[in-house]
């Protein structure tokens, strides 16, 4: 690890303090104990150092300084700057590697001129000219004074004398060198190489000049560069730093204090800073800032994450955590989930849920909790609201209550393993919901009349336990609504406020009975999902969505001016959101990947856990579809479909029965019409009874489900 990977602060604009561990931001401040009293008993070892007449005392102390330098505190901080010097070492090594070819041409252009050097510097030499001009000089005074002629004629003989002798040595090693040519012409090709680098290097050093460079400066292009200048110029430009006196040139303006940078973490910059006293500005101004500071800084405000560390993380109410990355951390391939691949999970334990900007694991612990995600279609909302449901799938002791307002195929699996399936928003299905929500209740108020009765060495705080989970049978509750506004919008009023405030009191008092709800709505006004709904979830999750205040209708009011903005996301950020934990917590993620296979497979594994622990009730059970998939037996498409349609009614007129099976695959069954929906059916199996069905007093042709799973093999439906 070398220096070069840590930046010097430009001109020390920021006042340089003692810098603070990355590690200490995720850890709480240490607990200072209160002064013992006066007759306490004080070690002996601090009395001895610190009584004030022992002339040790300030020699003794130890000063709060940092030993490591602060790119080397912290293993995931070692790793970020390794990797970044590997980085800038394969980068460096592409870029002088194509261009060796210049380099060969350029050493052997300056070794001609090295030769051209030495041959220039020897000759005078050589020649002997260094007596050639003091013979010169007597020759000129013999004419003036005869008695030096003699004088002059023995220094030309000497002179003759020395230009013999060189000019023999000059011979002598031009026949050397001739020699030494010939030879290393004979020789072997990688001796010649070696003897040509031997005499080609000293004659380009020869041949330098003083602004001659052999390799071309290579510096890696940062698409962001932060300097401590460019960060206080920043501020001011937003308005959180006061510019100083026009005559001093700025130097009396006031300047951040940085707790630590800015240096290189990762794949981007990292800086902790505190704003000036005096200013009147606080963290929070700093992070309503975000777009103008990204503007400064030359970056987009996807790039700039920022945050308060708060005081349990060593902060203050000024103090400021800022991370700038090189690009966009939210694109590229999407990670996979790990529970994908996983066998079992607790719901107990917090579920992976995904990465931050700098490569971090986001887990959400769910237990005591109720999530709401929201935002624009097809942006990966209803797959991020999977991920959490697909954590239950592999506890056996988790009980599924599953609503889709879409009726789509995205929760279409779980028939698999849920203990109620409800899907779509018509008649049969909001009656369907809303028998689900009562059977809810119920199950709310017995668990808590048994959690009551329970002792406290069992029950200690009067909420369910993993060890009531099993020993009473009562398994956590999971309650997963997608599309929530489908089913408002479709209701009365009257039958809207009950559903409403079901709702409600399932989110509010359900948690300690180990009820844990998970809703998701498009744009949630005040017409399609309520605010006193939207206000007492304690989890929330925003894809993009058009604007500030769309982003608050999701994550809350206010939101967005603390940083907690969705609507700086991009159509090109697909599964990235902002989470809500806090009043004053939130984070960026870019959601781990499940796919619709990957999702039915987990279905598939939660119904052989279940089955094998006895925990598979409800519709799960006598799913027609679902016993199947599990016995291995390969029902026809359109009879599965159709059952799927009709989960909630017993029979359905055929213009209802086409319009479902449009919703559930538009693909497929866009151009069915009536006859060749009957065919279909025929060929499958299905021998109809009547083809009119009587539906409220209404006689239409239609299909009676009994005679749909009459084309199921009978094992199945005995099984």
């Not at 079992?344 to 931050?356: A, K």
């Not at 008649?427 to 009349?449: G, N, P, S, T, Y």
Request: hydrophobic fraction near 45%.
């Amino acid at each position: 690890m070398t220096d070069a990977l840590i930046r010097p602060l430009n001109g020390h604009t920021i006042e340089k303090l003692h810098p603070i561990p990355p590690e200490a931001l995720d850890t709480p401040a240490p607990v200072i104990a209160e002064q013992a009293p006066a007759d306490a008993e004080a070690p002996a070892v601090v009395e001895a150092v610190d009584r004030p007449d022992n002339p040790l005392a300030d020699w003794l102390t130890v000063p709060d300084a940092p030993v490591l330098p602060a790119w080397a505190r912290s293993a995931a901080s070692i790793k970020a700057n390794v990797g970044a010097f590997v980085r800038l070492t394969w980068w460096q090594a592409r870029y002088h590697g194509i261009r060796t070819p210049k380099y060969l041409v350029k050493t052997l252009l300056l070794a001609a001129r090295g030769f051209y050097r030495a041959t220039v510097r020897l000759w005078p030499t050589l020649s002997a000219q260094d007596h050639s001009a003091a013979v010169k000089a007597l020759r000129v005074q013999s004419k003036a004074k005869p008695e030096d002629v003699e004088l002059a004629l023995r220094l030309q003989m000497a002179h003759a004398k020395r230009t013999q002798t060189r000019r023999w040595r000059f011979g002598t090693a031009a026949v050397a060198v001739a020699a030494a040519t010939i030879g290393i012409a004979l020789a072997d090709p990688l001796l010649q190489m070696g003897m040509a680098g031997a005499i080609v290097t000293p004659l380009a050093y020869l041949g330098r000049g003083k602004e001659t460079h052999l390799l071309d400066h290579g510096a890696p292009p940062l698409r962001v560069d932060m300097s401590a200048q460019q960060l206080n110029d920043a501020l001011r430009a937003a308005g959180l730093l006061k510019s100083g006196r026009a005559s001093d040139d700025e130097k009396d303006a006031p300047r951040v204090s940085c707790s630590m940078g800015p240096v290189r973490d990762g794949r981007g910059w990292a800086v902790i800073f505190d704003l000036p006293r005096g200013g009147g500005k606080t963290a929070s101004d700093v992070l309503a800032k975000r777009e103008v500071i990204a503007q400064e800084l030359g970056v987009d405000e996807i790039q700039v994450i920022m945050s308060r560390v708060r005081a349990a993380k060593g902060g203050n109410a000024g103090r400021v955590s800022m991370w700038v990355a090189d690009d966009d951390p939210y694109l590229g391939t999407p990670n996979p989930s790990p529970l994908a691949s996983a066998e079992t999970f607790s719901i107990w334990d917090p579920i992976p849920f995904g990465q931050d900007a700098r490569g971090n694991r986001i887990e959400v612990p769910v237990m005591w909790q109720s999530m709401f995600f929201g935002g624009l279609p097809r942006r990966g909302k209803t797959f991020t609201q999977r991920l959490m449901t697909a954590a239950g799938l592999l506890d056996a002791y988790v009980r599924h209550y599953v609503a889709d307002g879409k009726g789509g195929a995205d929760w279409m699996p779980m028939r698999a393993v849920a203990h109620r399936l409800v899907m779509g928003a018509e008649d049969d299905a909001i009656e369907a919901l809303k028998a689900m929500l009562q059977e809810l209740l119920v199950e709310m108020e017995r668990r808590f009349a048994i959690l009551r009765e329970l002792p406290t060495s069992i029950c200690p705080e009067g909420k369910l336990t993993p060890e009531i989970v099993q020993r009473y049978n009562l398994p956590v509750i999971f309650v997963t609504i997608d599309e929530l506004q489908e089913y408002f919008t479709a209701m009365e009023r009257e039958d809207r406020e009950q559903v409403i405030n079901d709702l409600c009191r399932i989110a509010r008092r359900g948690p300690a009975a180990g009820f844990v709800s998970n809703f998701a709505s498009q744009r949630p006004d005040a017409d399609s999902v309520p605010t006193k709904l939207r206000e007492i979830i304690t989890l929330r999750y925003s894809t993009q969505v058009v604007d500030r205040a769309s982003s608050d209708m999701v994550l809350g009011k206010g939101k967005a001016a603390q940083g907690a903005d969705a609507s700086v996301l991009s159509e090109d950020h697909v599964g990235t959101g902002v989470l809500v934990t806090g009043p004053a917590s939130y984070v960026t993620v870019r959601a781990d990947y499940l796919d619709g296979p990957g999702f039915a497979t987990l279905c598939a594994k939660g119904r052989a856990l279940r089955q094998a622990a006895g925990q598979l009730t409800g519709d799960a059970s006598g799913d027609v579809t679902a016993a199947a998939d599990a016995a291995g037996v390969k029902l026809a498409p359109i009879l599965s479909d159709v059952l799927e349609v009709m989960r909630h009614s017993p029979r359905m007129f055929t213009t209802d029965l086409l319009a479902g099976l449009v919703n559930l695959d538009e693909d497929v069954y866009g151009d069915f019409n009536a006859e060749r929906l009957a065919a279909e059916l025929e060929t499958a199996g299905v021998k109809r009874t009547s083809k009119q069905v009587k539906i409220s007093g209404t006689n239409a042709a239609g299909y009676q489900r009994r005679d749909i799973e009459g084309a199921v093999p009978a094992e199945i439906l005995l099984g």
